[in-house]
């Protein structure tokens, strides 16, 4: 058995709907507090407020005395599910009544009461306070813009500080605006001309690396072709040399004749 009943309800916190119903049409607020709250206000010329809510007790005459967390939880979703989908009737008589799910097997009804007009009014002041408060993280925009909104807080320019000269630390003088002036227009024009000098030597840098660095490259450079040393060629063979040896002659052989045995 859960010991706090309306901590199970948070789905059902801050759920806000619209109910088309014939020729009316009727806001719906639910909110969690000590007690889950729905407050239902009728637009137009003859606007009203109404108001209801289920407390532990209604809600565990509902689902039992011994429900768990997690029963409880499924539960609230079920009626948030409800109010989301605009799963929502408002029957009307002496005692107006909000029906959650009216199709399905078994609808939930909050019987309300109509609240008289200096509680709607504090009630619907409320409303608008919430809403206002919202709005401050958007600019205090009601909606959400789709365009980004750039900021509207005014970055004030500051201004190099100059060094007071010897003289005027002497005297103890106030500056002139004129003075001021001159100087400030000289500091600038010195921080300019700095800045020339030094992406002046930056450049004269960059330009003696490229240098260097085509210098490496050429002396790292492959031959070419016909830079390339060819291939010495084969010493040419001696006129009657050896082919085992050229370098020496080769051996001649006289053939030998034997006699015949005719004779």
């Known amino acids: ?4 009943v309306m901590a199970n309800f948070g789905a059902l916190d801050e759920l806000i709907q619209v109910i088309y119903q014939g020729m009316d049409k009727f806001v719906v607020i639910s909110d969690v507090a000590d007690k889950w709250n ?27 005395k011994s429900a768990s967390d997690t ?31 009216p199709t399905s097997k078994k609808p939930m009804h909050v019987e309300l009461t109509e609240m008289s007009l200096g509680e ?31 900021s509207t807080s005014v970055v004030s320019r500051s201004v190099p500080a100059v060094a007071s ?21 000289v500091a600038e024009k010195s921080q300019k001309t700095n800045a020339r000098t030094a992406g002046h030597k930056a450049q004269e840098e960059i330009k003696a690396l490229k240098a260097e660095l085509e210098k490496q490259q050429k002396k790292k450079r492959l031959p070419s072709p016909e830079e390339a040393p060819k ?11 050896s082919l085992a040896n050229p370098n020496k002659k080769a051996r001649k052989y006289q053939a030998i004749e034997f006699e015949s045995d005719e004779e």
Request: charged share 25%; with cysteine.
């Open 1 to 4: 058995m859960s010991s706090d």
């Open 38 to 64: 729905i407050h239902l206000g009728l637009t137009g010329a003859e606007g009203r407020w109404w108001r209801g809510g289920w407390g532990a007790t209604d809600v565990r005459a509902i689902v039992g």
């Open 71 to 101: 029963l409880l939880e499924s539960f609230a979703e079920k009626l948030a599910e409800s109010i989301v989908q605009g799963e929502l009737y408002v029957e009307e008589g002496e005692r107006y009544k909000l029906t959650l799910g």
């Open 165 to 185: 000269t010897a003289s005027s630390k002497s005297t103890g003088k106030a500056k002139a605006p004129r003075e001021e002036s001159h100087e400030v227009k």
């Open 231 to 241: 291939p010495a060629a084969a010493p040419r063979a001696l006129k009657g040399a």
């Open 120 to 150: 709607a009014a504090a009630y619907t002041t409320e409303v608008f306070v919430n809403i206002a408060l919202n709005a401050q993280s958007r600019q205090c925009r009601l909606n959400p813009s789709a365009v980004p909104i750039a």
